[in-house]
Every structure is written in structure tokens, then in C-alpha cells.
T-cell receptor, first 112, second 113 residues
């Protein structure tokens, strides 16, 4: 059973546009939701994370929106740039209890 | 540079051969992990070690063994490699607990022929 479902698998966005990646989860005990960014040939790196006590968290051009009732969270990349082209993974865990469970990833391509 | 170091970076094995993937971190992190990454499958947890002296199975442990040698080092062993184990393997570590704050290594690309 896939605990975190991520969509779309791939995404092409024009430079300056908004990239949106969505994730849904089943386990209502999850209380930590990070997003990781991975460039080719590198390991994933933490981009931004949120806990369910807030509905939105913004860091620069990156925003996480969280909908607890729908069990969904999403990553918005504003003013997308070619340098944002990477694979993005959402993840979830239960604090102090379980390791991170990752979605299957979204390959983002930002074209000029 | 501080971080997670994985060796080797690339390896080709024949079916049935064995090998050990090495991972070391110099951040004094308590918890360490092994994930595999396959196209379209995301990152799947193989084994993890919440603290020195403990190891636990993840989602896909079959065909693998691990050893938490000390606080710094966490190795992954393939006793009899199979083509299905062709993958990119990532080691990660975390300081605060097993739930967050992961730092990943740069990966080992393994091909089993």
C-alpha cells in the first residue's frame, strides 16, 4: 500500500510560471511533511517542510499548502526558473516514531 | 566537507556475487538509513538504524543485510546479487530522530548483470 501518492509524474513549465506538485496521504497519524529536491547525480536535499498545525509555509519562491481534512499537501514554485529543473519528492512521517515515507517523485522541467 | 560519504559511487556485479556498500557520516548523527531509488518508484526504505546498536527493516529488506558498525558507519550488504537489485542506493543520516532532518549521500549506482 502506497502511503504517500504524488502527482504528476512529470511536469513541464515555462520560465516564470508556477509549478504545482501534489501529494496525498492515508495515515492520519503523519505529522511531518517535507519536500526534497534532487538534481541528477546527487542525493535528495531538504527543500521545505510543514507540520499540520499550519495551512501554509513559504520560503522564498517555494510554498507548501496543507489541507488536513483532505489529507493533501502541495508544493508551489513561483516564478519557476530553469535552475529549478529537478526531481521533487514529497514525504511524510510520524515524529519520533517512523522513518520518512516518500512519494514516487515528480520530474520538473522549466523551459525558457 | 561534512556530510554523508558513500563508497563506491559505481559498481557492476555479476548475478550471485556479493558486495558491501559503505556509508559514513561525520555529523555525529544518531540515525542512519538505506534507501533505493528506481525509476518511477521513488525512494524506498531498505533498512534503518535509529541509534548505534539497533537496526530495523524497512519496506524492501529482502536480499539485504546491514551492520551499524559504530555511530559513524552503516553498511549495506548484498549476499547474492540479483538483477532486481540494480538500482541507485542512497544512505542518509539524521540528528534529531528517525522522522526528519535527513542528510543524503550522493548515491551508489549498482548494476547487476
Amino acid at each position: 500500500q502506497q502511503q504517500v501518492k504524488q502527482s504528476p509524474q512529470s511536469l513541464i513549465v515555462q520560465k516564470g510560471g508556477i509549478s504545482i506538485i501534489n501529494c496525498a496521504y492515508e495515515n492520519t497519524a503523519f505529522d511531518y511533511f517535507p519536500w526534497y529536491q534532487q538534481f541528477p547525480g546527487k542525493g535528495p536535499a531538504l527543500l521545505i517542510a510543514i507540520r499540520p498545525d499550519v495551512s501554509e509555509k513559504k520560503e522564498g519562491r517555494f510554498t507548501i499548502s496543507f489541507n488536513k481534512s483532505a489529507k493533501q499537501f502541495s508544493l508551489h514554485i513561483m516564478d519557476s526558473q530553469p535552475g529549478d529543473s529537478a526531481t521533487y519528492f514529497c514525504a511524510a512521517s510520524i515524529t519520533g516514531n517512523t522513518p520518512l515515507v516518500f512519494g514516487k517523485g515528480t520530474r520538473l522541467s522549466v523551459i525558457a | 566537507n561534512a556530510g554523508v560519504t558513500q563508497t563506491p559511487k559505481f559498481q557492476v556485479l555479476k548475478t550471485g556475487q556479493s558486495m558491501t556498500l559503505q556509508c559514513a557520516q561525520d555529523m555525529n548523527h544518531n540515525s542512519m538509513y538505506w534507501y533505493r531509488q528506481d525509476p518511477g518508484m521513488g525512494l524506498r526504505l531498505i533498512y534503518y538504524s535509529a541509534s548505534e546498536g539497533t537496526t530495523d527493516k524497512g519496506e524492501v529488506p529482502n536480499g539485504y543485510n546491514v551492520s551499524r558498525l559504530n555511530k559513524r558507519e552503516f553498511s549495506l550488504r548484498l549476499e547474492s546479487a540479483a538483477p532486481s537489485q540494480t538500482s541507485v542506493y542512497f544512505c542518509a543520516s539524521s540528528a534529531v530522530g528517525i522522522s526528519y532532518g535527513y542528510t543524503f549521500g550522493s548515491g551508489t549506482r549498482l548494476t547487476v548483470v
